[in-house]
């Protein structure tokens, strides 16, 4: 994957330093007062320091990856987006352990987003359909991953909990039913590019938001709370979207192996509600009572986040316009 355009000023000196040698950075120009939580400079800067420690960039050197200085400047993007994601996201209450599985539930059925899954299985085109992949690829590509993170973080049956949903996630250990390839393949059936980021540069704040919240609750252990119940809210809305998302490939002549990645996650994910809900992410409540609010907070701002891509995605389409991004060309050097 190589660096995609800026989009801003941050992004500007950012991409610039990352391309030459590992070094002090300095601070990176500052978010303007009132920086939205789908901020393309802002999402787009902190995904970029984040997949450092995934696949990386073909130009950037792998040092970068724990240059001190580096990461002072990603902290300084961290609070931003914490500080965005506390304003958009009520912190629910805490719960004793042996309610959470019901105060997921309940967040869970209540949360009523927009009809992105039924319009992708009764009306979409198949452009909106590809738009739709190309938006998804941005995680599905890396599917499981940061999820991943919390697995040394864990102990006991919670760990075995999250290892059981990361096998199934991961194929088994058969690369051909790993879960980003199943996604390859859909991506080929519609003439997409699967090269892992190959869309990096083609998707909006409101898209990296996705991927950035999981990332922040991943790379962090104080936050490893959130990350299971973020975990746990998407495996118990999955099921039903992706049946729908199959239905609408197939009726826009999607075949078998096209279908698959969505066909396979209906009954997969069935199964992981149940263990990410009880084993994960009640096994954790037991141990660590007072994390139980940051379960919580972990599967509202997944939902949220999920809300307000498909909010985005639909007012396009309603216009008849793309929901992908194109930003303009930034000169590295000025920042404009």
Not at 106 to 125: I, K, M, N, W, Y
Not at 181 to 205: H, I, K, N, S
Request: hydrophobic content about 40%.
């Amino acid at each position: 994957m190589r660096l995609p355009a800026a989009r801003g000023p941050i992004t500007a000196e950012l991409f610039s330093r990352l391309a030459g040698p590992p070094g002090e950075i300095g601070p990176l120009p500052a978010c303007p007062a009132g920086t939205s939580l789908d901020d393309d400079d802002l999402q787009l800067a902190l995904f970029a320091c984040y997949e450092l420690h995934y696949q990386g960039f073909d130009e950037v050197d792998d040092r970068w990856e724990w240059e001190p200085s580096l990461l002072r400047a990603r902290a300084v993007l961290e609070r931003h987006v914490e500080r965005a994601l506390a304003q958009m996201v009520p912190r629910p209450a805490p719960v004793a352990p042996e309610h959470v599985r019901r105060a997921l539930t309940a967040l869970a059925v209540a949360d009523e987003g927009p009809p992105v899954s039924q319009f992708l299985q009764r009306t979409a085109g198949l452009e909106q359909f590809r738009e739709f992949v190309t938006h998804r690829s941005v995680y599905h590509l890396k599917e499981a991953d940061p999820h991943t993170w919390a697995i040394p973080r864990l102990h006991g049956g919670p760990k075995a909990a999250l290892v059981e949903i990361q096998a199934d996630e991961y194929g088994g250990g058969r690369r051909e039913r790993m879960h980003s390839e199943l996604f390859r393949t859909t991506m080929r059936g519609l003439g997409l590019d699967d090269t892992y980021g190959a869309y990096l540069g083609r998707v909006p704040g409101v898209t990296l938001a996705i991927s950035t919240a999981m990332s922040l609750f991943g790379l962090h252990r104080r936050l490893r709370g959130a990350l299971v119940g973020h975990l746990a809210a998407l495996e118990m809305t999955s099921s039903l979207p992706n049946r729908r998302y199959a239905a609408g490939l197939r009726r826009l002549g999607g075949g078998d192996a096209a279908a698959r990645f969505f066909e396979e996650h209906v009954q997969a994910d069935a199964v992981h509600e149940q263990v990410a809900a009880n084993d994960l992410c009640g096994g954790f409540a037991a141990a660590f009572p007072s994390l139980t609010a940051d379960i919580l907070y972990g599967a509202a701002c997944a939902l949220t986040l999920e809300r307000l891509w498909g909010e985005h995605v639909m007012d396009c389409w309603e216009r008849d316009a793309t929901s992908l991004a194109q930003p303009e060309p930034v000169d590295l050097v000025a920042g404009r």
